[in-house]
């Protein structure tokens, strides 16, 4: 029973695989977003990617100890669910697109998708918050098709968030809880689509070490003043993460 255990810990990209965990848990814990743009790309290179999606989904559950609890009580509740329900709804259609595509057209999209989140962000260019409930849902339910293809549910609702005038602190609170909890709603859906393996799951638990610790030491050192110097460091990382996750590199 415990054989996929023991394989997923002899892996010999696992130690490359959890350094990258931790520092995608860092950043995610100062930002409040990047998480999944630095780890699929990197993770992609070595794993399959639906395992990396399931992997990531999986790991996801230290932030429930280390970051939700305090962003849920700064963030715009109503708001997150809402859009968190479009999210559920749609990402089934995402998580066929993970079934039926073959894997290097996945991977060749988490890293495009990755860099052109990045472009847009240092380019400034944000969705316009004025479109009602209407935009928020639709943010929502485009992060759920994004993140069921290519654990991707970040690009959508960061520049949705982004766009708005809110201070930094519900910023970051809306998006930490948004991405944790729609990243955890996959993993039923991976498994409903035959997508969740034993070689995931485990990878997924091995993982909730390095990413929680990551997680907590990026909550620890947050500081709304230093906003920008934490996007400043999340940018260098999630572009790294993009350029070196092309497939053109093989």
Same mark, same amino acid.
């Given at each position: 029973? *415990?054989?996929?255990?023991?394989?997923? *810990?002899?892996?010999?990209?696992?130690?490359?695989?959890?350094?990258?965990?931790?520092?995608?848990?860092?950043?995610?814990?100062?930002?409040?977003?990047?998480?999944? *743009?630095?780890?699929?790309? +990197?993770?992609?290179?070595?794993?399959?990617?639906?395992?990396?999606?399931?992997?990531?989904?999986?790991? &996801?559950?230290?932030?429930?100890?280390?970051?939700?609890?305090?962003?849920?009580?700064? &963030?715009?509740?109503?708001?997150?669910?809402?859009?968190? +329900?479009?999210?559920?709804?749609?990402?089934?259609?995402?998580?066929? +697109?993970?079934?039926?595509?073959?894997?290097?057209?996945? #991977?060749?999209?988490?890293?495009?998708?990755?860099?052109?989140?990045?472009?847009?962000?240092?380019?400034?260019?944000?969705?316009?918050?004025?479109?009602?409930?209407?935009?928020?849902?639709?943010?929502?339910?485009?992060?759920?098709?994004?993140?069921?293809?290519?654990?991707?549910?970040?690009?959508?609702?960061?520049?949705?968030?982004?766009?708005?005038?809110?201070?930094?602190?519900?910023? #970051?609170?809306?998006?930490?809880?948004?991405?944790?909890?729609?990243?955890?709603?996959?993993?039923?859906?991976?498994?409903?689509?035959?997508?969740?393996?034993?070689?995931?799951?485990?990878?997924?638990?091995?993982?909730?070490?390095?990413?929680?610790?990551?997680?907590?030491?990026?909550?620890?050192?947050?500081?709304?003043?230093?906003?920008?110097?934490?996007?400043?460091?999340?940018?260098?990382?999630?572009?790294?993460?993009?350029?070196?996750?092309?497939?053109?590199?093989?």
């Amino acid at each position: 029973m *415990l054989e996929p255990f023991w394989a997923a *810990l002899g892996d010999p990209a696992l130690p490359f695989i959890a350094t990258v965990s931790l520092l995608a848990g860092l950043v995610y814990g100062f930002a409040g977003f990047g998480s999944a *743009l630095i780890f699929m790309p +990197l993770s992609a290179i070595f794993l399959p990617p639906a395992v990396a999606v399931g992997a990531f989904s999986l790991s &996801a559950l230290a932030s429930l100890v280390t970051v939700v609890p305090s962003a849920l009580r700064v &963030a715009e509740r109503k708001v997150v669910a809402w859009m968190l +329900l479009a999210a559920i709804v749609a990402t089934p259609f995402g998580v066929a +697109l993970l079934r039926l595509m073959p894997a290097d057209t996945i #991977r060749l999209a988490i890293s495009c998708l990755t860099l052109i989140t990045l472009t847009v962000l240092i380019l400034g260019w944000k969705v316009p918050a004025k479109g009602g409930w209407g935009l928020k849902l639709g943010v929502g339910a485009m992060s759920g098709v994004f993140g069921g293809a290519t654990g991707l549910n970040g690009p959508p609702v960061i520049l949705f968030n982004l766009g708005t005038d809110q201070p930094v602190q519900i910023t #970051r609170a809306n998006l930490a809880v948004f991405l944790t909890l729609s990243s955890l709603t996959f993993l039923p859906q991976l498994w409903l689509q035959g997508m969740l393996s034993s070689r995931a799951l485990w990878l997924g638990i091995i993982l909730l070490v390095p990413y929680g610790i990551g997680t907590q030491i990026g909550s620890m050192i947050f500081a709304p003043k230093r906003a920008g110097l934490y996007r400043l460091i999340a940018f260098g990382l999630i572009g790294f993460a993009g350029l070196s996750g092309l497939p053109i590199w093989n």
